[in-house]
């Protein structure tokens, strides 16, 4: 029988799927969202999108550079590290974000963030998902499962 891996009472997974290198988008357990398209993904992580539909600020929360994360972060955004930067450097400039996402060092650190901020959002590698945190359906799927496209490879 294979070992599993349990997302937050939303799905279980394979282990097998799970080191298939897809990244989790979660957030935490009392945020009511439960699903976004790639578009509202992006318009989040790219801080266009400021309150979750509750009024809640969205608070992002990113791996540091050279990160399996930060690969699909920056896959998502369809940009290199360096333009990642000065995007973030001028949407402050302009006034536009008081700060750039929080970047963490460690998955614990992530862990502790999305645990305890309300609004809290990250992308977190399928196998370092822990209590509290809900993993969000992306385009109608989960990580590990067929078609799902948030990878960080």
Known sequence: MPLLICLASLACLPVAAAQAGDVAVVVNDRNPVTKMNKTELRRIFDGEERSWSAGVPIRIFVRAPGTHERAALLKLLDMTESEYKQYWTAQVFRGEAQTEPIALPSNGMQRE?????????ALVDLQDVK???????????????????????
């Open 113 to 121: 963030a999305v645990v305890a901020y309300l609004g809290a959002v």
């Open 131 to 153: 209590a509290n945190m809900k993993v969000l359906r992306v385009e109608g799927r989960m990580p590990g499962e067929a078609g799902y496209t948030l990878k960080g490879n």
